[in-house]
């Protein structure tokens, strides 16, 4: 089992904001419908992605720059968590989140950089969803809990 740490949290604001707006956040609140206070909240859609600061290390090693944010992560933690699979559960600050599968959508990345959707395949990030509800903060410990 491992333990990491929140180094940011994003949350893109809803159209009565600046449609598509991204935020960095200093904590989130996630219920059953998401992100409160997100786009997608009460959507269905319960997409809440999770990267590991390995993405960001294997955009670095192929001399790439780009911002963090980019990825479109809502957490993003300081910890290695790919080899997770779906039915995986984490505990990131005062909340539990079950892995739901890896994120495969890697298309716009090209504007970035052609060779950067191939660079991440199966290292872009982790769709979760919460289980258990409450308040994720930057900074939270990051713990697995079970491995699936």
């Given at each position: 089992?491992?333990?990491?740490?929140?180094?940011?949290?994003?949350?893109?604001?809803?159209?009565?904001?600046?449609?598509?707006?991204?935020?960095?956040?200093?904590?989130?609140e996630c219920d059953?419908?998401?992100?409160?206070?997100?786009?997608?909240?009460?959507?269905?859609?319960?997409?809440?992605?999770?990267?590991?600061?390995?993405?960001?290390?294997?955009?670095?090693?192929?001399?790439?720059?780009?911002?963090?944010?980019?990825?479109?992560?809502?957490?993003?933690?300081?910890?290695?968590?790919?080899?997770?699979?779906?039915?995986?559960?984490?505990?990131?600050?005062?909340?539990?989140?079950?892995?739901?599968?890896?994120?495969?959508?890697?298309?716009?990345?090209?504007a970035f950089a052609?060779?950067?959707?191939?660079l991440l395949k199966?290292?872009?990030?982790?769709?979760?969803?919460?289980?258990?509800?409450?308040?994720?903060?930057?900074?939270?410990?990051?713990?697995?809990?079970?491995?699936?």
């Amino acid at each position: 089992m491992g333990t990491g740490k929140v180094l940011s949290l994003y949350m893109t604001m809803p159209d009565m904001m600046r449609s598509g707006h991204r935020m960095a956040c200093d904590d989130i609140e996630c219920d059953q419908d998401g992100i409160v206070g997100d786009r997608d909240h009460g959507t269905g859609e319960q997409k809440i992605l999770l990267v590991s600061g390995k993405s960001y290390e294997i955009i670095e090693e192929a001399e790439l720059v780009l911002d963090q944010g980019v990825l479109m992560e809502n957490i993003y933690t300081d910890i290695d968590l790919y080899h997770l699979r779906p039915g995986s559960v984490l505990e990131i600050g005062e909340t539990l989140f079950e892995v739901t599968g890896p994120c495969e959508a890697y298309g716009y990345l090209y504007a970035f950089a052609p060779e950067l959707p191939e660079l991440l395949k199966g290292k872009r990030g982790l769709f979760i969803a919460p289980v258990m509800y409450g308040k994720v903060c930057k900074g939270d410990s990051v713990t697995i809990i079970k491995e699936a």
